[in-house]
């Protein structure tokens, strides 16, 4: 996964939504899109923007598309995320004096 992709995906509250339905297990695209008041072209721009950086999946079954989340993807992305709010460890610094 690109990080850049990943942040790229995180940044738009309907894909951040669309991994939280996911969180439970694995869902047809229909279902998802049923979710949302936007059209199925929308929806299924922002499934392909998630496929894109690696954080769902997406199988065919007959004529269905079903989507599952990556949880490990997600949590590299939130590790990363959490290693930014980290503090650097370096020395005192010195105050000129």
């Given at each position: 996964?690109?990080?850049?992709?990943?942040?790229?995906?995180?940044?738009d509250p309907t894909r951040r939504e669309?991994?939280?339905?996911?969180?439970?297990?694995?869902?047809?695209?229909?279902?998802?899109?049923?979710?949302?008041?936007?059209?199925?072209?929308?929806?299924?721009?922002?499934?392909?923007?998630?496929?894109?950086?690696?954080?769902?999946?997406?199988?065919?079954?007959?004529?269905?598309?079903?989507?599952?989340?990556?949880?490990?993807?997600?949590?590299?992305?939130?590790?990363?995320l959490a290693e930014l709010a980290r503090?650097?460890?370096?020395?005192?610094?010195?105050?000129?004096?």
């Amino acid at each position: 996964m690109n990080g850049d992709d990943g942040y790229r995906a995180l940044a738009d509250p309907t894909r951040r939504e669309i991994l939280h339905l996911l969180k439970d297990g694995e869902l047809p695209a229909g279902a998802i899109a049923d979710q949302f008041d936007i059209s199925w072209p929308s929806v299924s721009r922002h499934l392909g923007v998630l496929a894109a950086a690696g954080l769902v999946t997406a199988t065919r079954r007959g004529q269905h598309v079903v989507y599952e989340l990556v949880p490990q993807a997600v949590a590299d992305l939130v590790g990363e995320l959490a290693e930014l709010a980290r503090p650097a460890k370096r020395g005192r610094a010195r105050r000129p004096g």
